[in-house]
């Protein structure tokens, strides 16, 4: 019985250090991915995913302009002024069971002029 509950111990010590590693390559690449955003290209809405170790992790990233949730003033808009556009990114890995999500939002700024496709 003690044979028993030691190897049950193992298996889940085993499985929270593998989940530990995939959570923190997921994040790593999560990091990659939000340091490239707006880098070497302007932002602009749309939608892109792609995935890393051969589809082990998936990841789906959006942007979006950002709408300021209090009321607009009456003061004239400069088309030229920085905009802020709001980044979000999921990861996601898992075999066969239930995927694991990572989800990361930002906000970033881009002048009108400079913006580009994704």
Partial sequence: M?????LGTLSGAAKQVRW???AGRAALYAQSLMD???VGQALKPGQRSGDFENGRYRWTLGITQW??????SNQPIDPNAMRLFEVQLAVEWG???PSRRLFLRTLRSSTASNEVSL
């Fill in 95 to 97: 075999d066969g069971g």
């Fill in 36 to 38: 490239q955003v707006g």
């Fill in 20 to 22: 530990s590693s995939d």
């Fill in 2 to 6: 003690a044979l028993t509950l030691l």
């Fill in 67 to 72: 709408r300021d949730s209090l009321p607009a």
